[in-house]
């Protein structure tokens, strides 16, 4: 903690700090990081352990749970994109599984993983909610933004993408070239952007209330800290499914021919 | 929020590790594990409903067999009821003639039996009439003086 008895905007700023290591723009935050490779090396693990011994077979319980997922992302997949799904199926079941989980850290009260990473190792500063930091969620939506520009050269070809940025939406006439151009970029970015502001701005606001209710006094704490978690139980998996959703659109959008 | 381009790198670098080792290891194995079971539940099914056509064909020629096997199993009822009532009649008719004959042949000896006590009787009643009369009498009757008598006595009897 910065001091021990912290004013309220103190212990409000606390939380939304990162801890980092780096100065200027190569900061990196050590908690993010951490965060996001202990989330994704467990639902890596968790895959793969019931994906290890998959049979055609009767299928275990680990086997059963992980095939419902995948088969559920695949069908979600298949409704929207009509290509080849290899890349396009773990990618979308990665995005769900791992910002599912980087949203339930939310959930877990406020000030214990802090605390404790104070307590024991001295950390200053923990932020454990990666999609509450920026940089994760556009980590993950500027990727997607590239994987759009993959697939729509490979969906379109080199010359049909290009054509498509210079002649839609406004007409093949060599004055409109630029006018085209510059629409069909701003849409471009704004695919990125409002994806990660998306998840981060509702990560952000609920960690933000998590907060503010934490300074509630101790007796009362509980009843809006529960409400809120029951609401925001709800906002997990949407949020997860809702980048998850969007991407496959995205890139469905880039990959098919108009 | 602070924009860090360093944590934005390495995070996405890791986005794409781990979409790789989802890629190398979970997917795989999982949507072939699915697909051999859907094609695995697909031959289950046709393999029933081959099984159910197959069920059917046999019960419908088991049916036709049964039907047959009854229809021989009567024929050789009735066959048989027809040897046996012939075989009863021609037996009948045989004990009839058997009776018949043993009852002609009882009768003959019978008849024989009676004629033969008959003319034993005769003498005897000749015999018991003439001591009779030489009893009555008391004298010896001339049985040759007196033949036409005795004859005529013994054939009344």
């Known amino acids: 903690m910065a001091s021990e008895n912290p004013s309220a905007s103190e212990y409000v700023l606390h939380h939304l700090t990162n801890f980092s290591v780096g100065e200027g723009i190569w900061t990196l935050h050590v908690d993010t990081l951490f965060f996001s490779w202990l989330t994704g090396i467990f639902f890596v693990t968790v895959l793969w352990l019931g994906a290890r011994t998959a049979t055609a077979g009767i299928p275990g319980k680990m086997q059963n749970f992980v095939e419902m997922l995948v088969d559920w992302v695949d069908n979600s997949v298949k409704e929207t994109f009509h290509g080849p799904r290899d890349f396009i199926g773990p990618l979308a079941l990665t995005i769900f599984v791992w910002v599912l989980l980087w949203n339930f850290l939310d959930l877990i009260p406020v000030d214990w993983v802090p605390m404790f990473a104070y307590l024991v190792f001295g950390f200053e500063y923990t932020r454990i909610v990666p999609s509450a930091d920026i940089n994760a969620p556009f980590a993950l939506s500027i990727s997607v933004l590239l994987l759009i520009i993959v697939y729509s050269i490979k969906g379109k070809g080199f010359g049909g993408y290009g054509k498509e940025l210079l002649t839609h939406p406004f007409g093949s006439h060599p004055l409109l070239w630029i006018p085209n151009l510059l629409l069909n970029v701003v849409e471009l970015l704004a695919k990125p952007v409002s994806l990660a502001m998306r998840l981060f701005g509702n990560l952000y606001a609920a960690e933000l209330i998590f907060v503010l209710i934490a300074l509630l006094p101790a007796w009362i704490l509980f009843v809006p800290g529960s409400a809120w978690a029951v609401f925001h139980i709800l906002v997990v998996p949407l949020q997860a499914f809702l980048f998850m959703t969007l991407t496959i659109v995205y890139l469905s959008l880039a990959y098919e021919k108009h | ?157």
């Open chain 2, 1 to 157: 929020m602070q924009v860090s381009l360093g944590t934005l790198i390495a995070q996405g670098i890791s986005f794409f590790v781990f979409i790789w080792v989802t890629m190398k290891l979970v997917w795989p194995p999982l949507v072939k594990a699915m697909a051999e079971r859907r094609a695995k539940i697909a031959d289950g099914l046709a393999a029933a409903e081959r099984g159910k056509s197959e069920l059917e064909e046999a019960s419908t020629q088991a049916d036709s067999l049964v039907r047959a096997a009854r229809d021989q199993a009567a024929e050789i009822l009735e066959q048989a009821n027809r040897r046996a009532a012939n075989i009863e009649a021609e037996a009948k008719s045989d004990g009839e003639r058997e009776r018949e004959r043993q009852l002609t042949a009882a009768r003959a000896e019978i008849e024989q039996e009676i004629s033969r006590a008959r003319d034993e009787l005769r003498g005897q009643v000749a015999e018991i009439a003439i001591t009779s009369a030489e009893k009555i009498l008391g004298r010896e009757i001339d049985a040759g003086k007196h033949r036409d008598i005795l004859d005529k006595l013994a054939a009344q009897i």
